[in-house]
């Protein structure tokens, strides 16, 4: 321990934080490369799913393949999610414990320059597989309706994400022979499942590096990479960044999330009727879900830390 008033003689890199969270930070801006409607910090309700579709597929595989049970997820407050482990387990990670789950998590690799992102191993690991039947949910309305993945002019990019021995030359010109994403794709799945070729696991690539988490591993790893604190304010956008009930995100609407200048609104108009005085302000405001997700995520993890409690007391007394 260390007084605080000797704290600015003492280096800052030797101040290393004994617990934190483990955290994931989702940002579409990731996802550039695959989506056709929006670019940078733009989104809309086309791209949307891709935040759906992350929030699915970490929270089931950090539940049933690490044991984790308190997971709040929050709504960055423009581009993104983020995600807060806040099991003991998790807060006590090393930097090495950290970036093992953070890379057993990331299948979409590589940078600008690499076309084809994600690479199955046989057999595909039974995680891998749960994903795909989450991405297969949406796939066709977000991939081949919403961004029309194999529009004609993206047809060569779908492509090149093939192998060549598992190409037909005359692919292309197949493809182009329907008139629109849905049909294509399923011609796509035709020829490459026909006998001889066996490659039904290049669709499953093709889908994992289209709508697959964009995890950043650094992210996760380190210990003092900061994350916007529920219920801060974006500075660009004004929005408050609200939980997010995981149960239910399919109906979290990025665009009804509160801003700022809302919440004093709705605060000073209902001040007005004096009845409402004996009510809580956000109670009173737009941030009443979000606040009630909050209380019921913090009630589970004090139920939890009293067991521990409780549990560490009775092997004493065992002692």
């Not at 989702?26 to 940078?40: F, L, N, Q, W």
Request: with cysteine; hydrophobic share 40%.
């Amino acid at each position: 321990m260390v007084s605080p008033r000797l704290s600015k003689t003492i280096k800052a890199s030797s101040f290393v934080a004994e617990e934190k969270e483990l955290v994931f930070d989702i940002d579409m801006t990731d996802y550039d490369d695959v989506r056709s409607c929006c670019s940078g910090a733009q989104i809309c309700k086309r791209c949307w799913p891709l935040m759906i579709i992350a929030i699915k597929i970490l929270d089931k595989a950090l539940r049933d393949d690490f044991g984790f049970d308190h997971l709040l997820w929050v709504y960055s407050g423009r581009r993104g999610v983020h995600c807060w482990v806040c099991d003991s387990t998790a807060r006590k990670l090393g930097p090495s414990g950290r970036a093992a789950i953070a890379e057993y998590l990331s299948i979409v690799k590589g940078g600008e320059n690499n076309v084809k992102k994600v690479v199955l191993q046989e057999p595909i690991h039974p995680f891998i597989e749960r994903s795909i039947e989450i991405i297969e949910e949406f796939f066709e309305g977000y991939a081949l309706v919403d961004q029309d993945i194999l529009r004609s002019e993206n047809i060569s990019k779908i492509i090149d994400l093939i192998p060549e021995r598992n190409r037909n030359d005359n692919l292309q010109k197949i493809l182009l022979s329907a008139n629109n994403s849905i049909s294509r794709w399923n011609l796509l799945t035709k020829e490459l499942e026909r006998p001889g070729v066996h490659a039904g696991r290049v669709l499953k690539e093709i889908m994992l590096q289209y709508c697959y988490p964009r995890l950043d591993v650094n992210v996760s790893r380190g210990v003092n990479h900061l994350l916007k604190s529920p219920f801060s304010v974006h500075p660009k956008t004004g929005r408050v960044c609200v939980p997010i009930d995981q149960t239910d995100v399919e109906n979290f609407d990025p665009f009804a999330v509160p801003t700022i200048s809302q919440l004093i609104d709705e605060i000073n108009t209902t001040s007005e009727n004096e009845e409402n005085l004996k009510i809580k302000d956000y109670k009173r405001t737009s941030l009443k879900e979000g606040v009630e997700i909050f209380e019921n995520f913090l009630k589970q993890l004090k139920k939890t830390w009293e067991g521990a409690m409780i549990k560490e007391s009775d092997l004493r007394m065992e002692l």
